[in-house]
């Protein structure tokens, strides 16, 4: 969809715009946003996430498209004339919860409070209020924000409709243009395409076989009813027997979708923020900090931090105080340290003054056992300071990590901002903000109950994975570069092949001219054509296999091109020269589901099976007198499925060290488990690891190369035989809409708003992340907590093997030989036993002299 700039709309119409209106469909927004955002809560628990999106988007809009006139429209709670129409009219909507049903007059005290207009009538809804509103003022430049698009049908060359994306930040403009490309109608025949297509969130039905673009066909030449009743003969004879025998039902529709003038007068009035201490409270009492710090920047405390000379620092008050915040600064490298033995003073040490001597008593205290340890991304700062860390640890990171596993940073300078409203600090101060970001995180934390994960499970893995960080893993060059020289050759030669079959040469790595070659050039089936051409993604590739001998070849290329440019020629360039080692950065706060993602490189995403994974795992080498020792769980998901679901004959399968795909096999085919052969056991390994991912008949079809029918067959045996697995995931999908969050068994929390969404894909998808995040998030933490137990007991009786991976359910240690007869069964042992579920947990053990001789 192509968008136009701020500038752009107001160039086109400022001339002839006597004002600029805004109006909001305060309704829509409202949830939008609650449904937007994390459950943000003050400290009393009152949930507030509704009333800051509100206002943050308000501001926004007002900042983004500066209105002269500006009002609220809102929905009133009493039936409207539609319910008197159609009774059953918006009847699938759930009622509203309690807890967003308390911040709506919260809201509307925030709109009183700046004198703000707010729009309502009895019987009507915002919709008609906005309608009214639009029409009235039919010379001026107007913008409607909302987040229901049946507002569209009011778009012109004079009114745009602001429709917010994911999150609060982010506008998509409609124009008429615009309504075009993502309906294939205009503006004013939305009603039309609405009775005829239906719309779901209004319990609107449609016109039984008829969809968006056979809707758009029929509206092509069609603008009015009166119109359709002309024409509707010059339609296919089944379609306008199906029209004509449900015109009562069209007619009831169009008189639902379209939007009323109200005999009204609402006023509008001209934005301004009442910068009194009214509203300087309200935003306090709700603890709305950096909305207060953006409306009264000038408001912020001077700060009660004491700012002393390095020349000061005695070390010796952090065994006093029993307590040591710190901070590394530097990007790129160590520029120096922020410090702070309580709250109130903090340090700056640089770089240069940063000597051995000072260096040492740092290292002294964060390794001694009885002080408290204050920091953010603690595992990072360890490298700077080349030490262990010992004791109690509070990580201001994690912590935050574990209230927003969605964020992707959760860094210092962040969280400063977001929780003690500062938006500009010295490096002095760092450390001293330690202490009351502490304080205010712990208390989250316990709120949300996570003191388990972070205390039990995050905290002591930071030593573990500091640990696999500095050993890295050790790296053939040369072999690296010998197989860099066979790759080459290899494209090469497919780049002649791709050549020869296309009849020209040209460049294999821009989509167009790939696209050009392959549907105009060599008339390949192509699907639609987008605004940059046409798809040649994977996907499509996979689809058109038989349609021509050159499409097998750029897949290939692709994938010989992808492992070159990713592995084969950037790894030596990340080999560390003092070393001769690969030191893998490993994240623990990359994902939402409590997995560890790695980087630089991201050695989970070498391919396994391909034969062209296996030679690029074969340049990772262990140590001279060394081995590499692979334990990897099985089937770890479905044996925690099993578990969280109850079901007796997954139990009992697991338990009896059963095949469980042949046992799904014989159950949801109905043959006897010795007649189970190998496409009945694939088929019924897809189902198994699909139920995990939620997947659909559609899905699975793809995936087992069934039909959907076929599928959905499946998957109803396996829910009729397994009938426990159905009401796990029925329950989860239940409770993640009443709390918007889902947990893993040891307490982890997903938080996930938009199972709530009125959007059905939407909601679709988060349903499924709803089923998985459990099942994959026990995962992690069951993993996470046997490498903190294989790694104590490498500390405690001081071995020589060492953790060096963690990829997906397995972990890879680097054993000395003399080692081999213990270390491999202790962590075999560790592994197994780290937690007591209804099946028993196993570890396959597989060992190599490189990664690719690991199974």
Known sequence: M???????????????????ILVIDGSSIIYRVYYALPPLKTKNGELTNALYGFIRILLKAVEDFKPDLLGIAFDRPEPTFRHVIYKEYKAKRPPMKDDLKAQIPWIREFLRLNDIPILEEPGYEADDII?????????????????????????????????????????????????????????????LYKVLVGDESDNIPGINGIGPKKASKILEKISTLEEFKDKVRFLESDLREIIEKNWDIIERNLELVTLKNIDKDFVLKPFEIKKDEKLIEFLKRYELKSILQKLFPDLEERENIEIK??????????????CFAFKCLGEKGFEGISISFKEGEGYFIASFDFNDEVKGKVKDIISFENIKKIGAYIQRDLHFLDCKIKGEVFDVSL???????????????ILIREYLNRTSFIPQKYAAYLFPLKTILEERIKKEELEFVLFNIETPLIPVLYSMEKWGIKVDKEYLKSLSDE??????????????????????????????????????????????????S?????????????????????ELYKLKSTYIDAIPNLINSQTGRVHTKFNPTGTATGRISSSEPNLQNIPIKSEEGRKIRRAFIADDG???????????????????????????????????????????????????????????????????????????????????EEAEKFIDSYFKHYPRVKLFIDKTIYE???????????GRKRYIPEIRSINKQVRNAYERIAINAPIQGTAADIIKLAMIEIYKEIEEKNLKSRILLQIHDELILEVPEEEMEFTPLMAKEKMEKVVELSVPLVVEISVGKNLAELK
Request: hydrophobic fraction near 35%; glycine fraction near 4%; include cysteine.
């Open 309 to 322: 000379d390095v020349k000061e620092i005695n070390f010796e008050e952090a065994k006093k105080e029993g």
């Open 487 to 536: 790759f080459c050759e290899r494209i090469k030669k497919l780049e002649e092949e791709i050549y020869e079959l296309a009849g020209m040469k040209f460049n294999l790595n821009s989509p167009k001219q790939l696209s050009e070659v392959l549907f105009e050039r060599l008339k390949l089936p192509s699907g639609k054509k987008g605004k940059t051409g046409y798809s040649t």
């Open 131 to 191: 309608a009214t509103i639009i029409k009235r003022y039919k010379d001026d430049l107007k913008y409607i924000l909302s987040g229901d698009l049946d507002l569209l049908q009011l778009v012109s060359d004079k009114t745009f409709l602001i429709h917010p994306q994911r999150g609060i930040t982010e506008f998509t403009i409609y124009d008429p243009k615009a309504v075009k490309e993502r309906f294939g109608v205009e503006p004013k025949k939305i009603p």
């Open 538 to 558: 994977s996907l499509v590739l996979q689809n058109l296999l038989n349609a021509h001998p050159i499409v097998i070849k750029i897949l290939q290329y692709r």
């Open 399 to 413: 912590a935050s990590y574990l209230l927003n596993p969605e964020r992707q940073n959760h860094s210092l300078d």
């Open 626 to 708: 060394y081995y590499f020792v692979s334990l990897d769980y099985s089937q770890i998901e479905l044996r925690i499925m099993a578990h969280l679901s109850q079901e007796p004959k997954l139990i009992s399968a697991f338990q009896k060290g059963e095949d469980i795909h042949r046992r799904t096999a014989a159950e949801i085919f109905g043959v006897p488990e010795d007649e189970v052969d190998d496409l009945l056991r694939s088929r019924a390994k897809a189902v198994n690891f699909g139920i995990i991912y939620g997947i659909s008949s559609f899905g699975l079809s793809e995936t087992a190369s069934i039909t959907p």
């Open 2 to 20: 192509e968008q136009k700039t701020l500038w752009d709309l107001f160039q086109e119409n400022t001339e002839r715009a006597l004002k600029k």
């Open 736 to 746: 993640a809409r009443e709390k918007l969050y889902v947990k893993t068994l040891f």
